[in-house]
């Protein structure tokens, strides 16, 4: 995984902003980027002059914009798929993983009443942010919407990590360390929280029958 990390940074290097699109492209179908890492890279490369300028924007925003838009392409791509092709799929093969009807309309109905703002936080959320966009599709959930929040959490996330990589500039090493901490500790805290989600919903029903009885 670190070696598949370091040939998506190495990308970056070689082949500029076309290279950063790739990756954040791929990272956001599910692909182990790690775009968390890339774009604060990306952002001292930037600020070491080894991206170019355009005018007069500096190297690091354009950094951001092509995070951004390379973000929302490949989250629509992902949301496509879930879209046109995770329901048939579900619908045909889900029994065999344990996957019932039932929980698909579980799905439908979280993403009508969450949704919108379940893929706004999930922008910030390693690892899940690069698959995120697949339930949303599944879901049905409404393209506007989806497209919407997408690119303003992505805006925010590429923006706000090509900064800080372009204030840390020769530092980045040093951030990057701090970065694969908070990472670990997110998922962490995101891990714990989805475990006793679990562990509430089966007390509850667990709890049901005994109270109608």
Same mark, same amino acid.
């Given at each position: 995984?670190?070696?598949?990390? $370091?040939?998506?940074?190495? !990308?970056?290097?070689?082949?500029?902003?076309? *290279?950063?699109?790739?990756?954040?492209?791929? =990272?956001?179908?599910?692909?182990?980027?790690?775009?968390?890492?890339?774009?604060?890279?990306?952002?001292? +490369?930037?600020?070491? =002059?080894?991206?170019? #300028?355009?005018?007069?924007?500096?190297?690091?925003? +354009?950094?951001?914009?092509? =995070? #951004?838009?390379?973000?929302?392409?490949?989250?629509?791509? !992902?949301?496509?798929?879930?879209?046109?092709?995770?329901?048939?799929?579900?619908?045909?093969?889900? /029994?065999? %993983?344990?996957? /019932?009807?039932?929980? @698909?309309? /579980?799905?439908?109905?979280?993403?009508?009443?969450? *949704?919108? %703002? #379940?893929?706004?936080?999930?922008?910030?959320?390693?690892?899940?942010?690069?698959?995120?966009?697949?339930?949303?599709?599944?879901?049905? @959930? $409404?393209?506007?919407?989806? &497209?919407?929040?997408?690119?303003?959490?992505?805006?925010?996330?590429?923006? =706000? +990590?090509?900064?800080?990589?372009? @204030?840390?500039?020769?530092?980045?090493?040093?951030? !990057?360390?701090?970065?694969?901490?908070? #990472? +670990?500790?997110?998922? &962490?805290?995101?891990?714990? !929280?989805?475990?006793?989600?679990?562990?509430?919903?089966?007390?509850?029903?667990? /709890?049901?029958?005994?109270?109608?009885?």
């Amino acid at each position: 995984m670190e070696h598949l990390s $370091q040939s998506f940074h190495d !990308l970056v290097v070689h082949a500029g902003y076309l *290279g950063l699109f790739v990756v954040m492209f791929l =990272g956001n179908m599910g692909a182990p980027a790690g775009t968390e890492f890339v774009m604060p890279a990306a952002g001292a +490369l930037a600020s070491q =002059g080894h991206l170019p #300028t355009i005018g007069a924007l500096p190297a690091w925003i +354009l950094v951001g914009i092509v =995070g #951004t838009v390379a973000e929302v392409c490949g989250a629509t791509a !992902l949301y496509a798929v879930g879209y046109y092709g995770g329901v048939p799929v579900l619908e045909r093969y889900g /029994k065999y %993983i344990g996957f /019932k009807h039932s929980a @698909m309309e /579980k799905v439908h109905g979280f993403y009508a009443r969450f *949704g919108t %703002i #379940t893929v706004f936080w999930c922008r910030f959320i390693p690892f899940v942010r690069g698959v995120a966009s697949f339930p949303a599709g599944i879901s049905r @959930m $409404q393209k506007r919407y989806f &497209i919407s929040y997408t690119a303003l959490g992505s805006a925010i996330f590429c923006f =706000g +990590l090509a900064y800080l990589g372009n @204030m840390a500039g020769n530092n980045i090493d040093a951030i !990057l360390g701090a970065l694969h901490k908070a #990472t +670990l500790a997110i998922v &962490i805290g995101v891990a714990v !929280l989805a475990v006793a989600a679990v562990v509430v919903m089966r007390l509850r029903k667990v /709890k049901a029958p005994a109270d109608r009885s």
